[in-house]
């Protein structure tokens, strides 16, 4: 399978339908999560396997202070919609979102609750599918001072909001300052290397093929030993998502970079009911292959296992099949 960047052709007038959608850090609860964004995106993509890879809501930032849109309720129902017809999603609990994991193992209709899940892809390699802070030493030994760093993220991102404006006066596109930080920092590289080495590692302990996560708002596809690594970004930032084909090949996008931002419709319009712009072809896979997998959560594990065609029937004491 060949791993890679992608602008798909996402203002097409018919939806891109695929196997699986992997987002992450949406991060709701902040000012700076790109909603407006994220729900033309779910408007315009169809798929089996929808993964919210963590902190989906940020409640640390609610806890600190409250701030909540209309749009990020329509983002729910968005995502509550898609579950009831042929969408199956499944929440990855993050570090900002650690209080969902008083949930784990649940099913709310079509949509489940899992600290990691095994997806297994249509051409049969298995991925581990994690937020990531469980990788994240900062998270684990002074939780304090992730927080401050968290705080500092968000001045950082107040910065790139009112810089970018001059930019777009200017005539120039977007510019990301935490980016670069990332890209440019030393320390930042170490760390992120470290990052990514430890990931890959758990994939292996698992004894699968690849690991799919979030975490660092950085969106990235390689392969570290022969694993894997392939991070699905942010909707803070970098509007980026992984698509998984029918074939198993899955492929990083960059959304906010595609002419269909150019010409969005009127403001509430990305959640438009059940009809043809909601969520495509009246929903799910409809039309397509569909795989008769079954899934299922071994009761107080904690892993869900999606898409494996050869999986044991699960077992009586088994918290959740779907």
């Known amino acids: 399978m060949t791993n890679g960047q992608q602008h798909f052709d996402l203002g097409a007038d018919e939806p891109l339908v695929c196997r699986s959608v992997w987002i992450s850090d949406i991060h709701l609860g902040t000012k700076h999560a790109r909603v407006e964004e994220l729900l033309e995106f779910l408007r315009i993509v169809d798929c089996k396997y929808l993964y919210l890879v963590g902190d989906f809501i940020d409640g640390w930032e609610l806890k600190f202070r409250w701030y909540w849109r209309e749009d990020y309720n329509v983002l729910i129902q ?3 919609r898609k579950s009831r017809k042929q969408t199956k999603v499944i929440y990855i609990s993050g570090n900002h979102d650690e209080f969902i994991e008083q ?13 990691q899940a095994i997806h297994t892809a249509a051409d049969g390699k298995k991925y581990l599918v994690i937020h990531g802070h469980q990788a994240d030493g900062l998270t684990h030994f002074n939780h304090l001072l992730e927080k401050l760093g968290s705080h500092l993220y968000n001045w950082i991102l107040d910065f790139n909001l009112y810089f970018n404006r001059l930019r777009r006066a ?26 990514e080495d430890t990931l890959a590692a758990m994939a292996r ?9 979030g975490h660092i708002h950085r969106a990235e596809t390689k392969t570290i030993q022969g694993i894997e690594y392939l991070n699905c970004g942010d909707w803070v930032e970098s509007c980026t998502a992984l698509i998984e084909d029918f074939d198993g090949k899955i492929k990083l996008i960059h959304f906010h970079e595609n002419d269909v931002l150019r010409a969005r419709r009127g403001a509430g319009s990305p959640d438009s009911g059940d009809g043809r712009q909601g969520n495509g072809r009246g929903g799910g896979t409809s039309g397509r292959r569909r795989d008769g997998r079954r899934e299922h959560a071994p009761l107080h594990s904690g892993i869900l296992y999606i898409g494996d065609e050869a999986a044991r029937p699960a077992p009586a004491d088994a918290g959740v099949q779907i």
């Open 78 to 80: 968005k995502l509550l």
């Open 103 to 115: 949930f784990l193992g649940m099913k709310f209709g079509t949509v489940t609750i899992a600290r």
């Open 170 to 195: 200017l005539g120039f596109g977007y510019w990301s300052l935490a980016a670069y930080l990332k890209f440019k920092a030393k320390s930042a590289v170490k760390y992120v290397t470290e990052y």
């Open 205 to 213: 302990s698992h004894e699968t093929q690849g690991v799919i996560c």
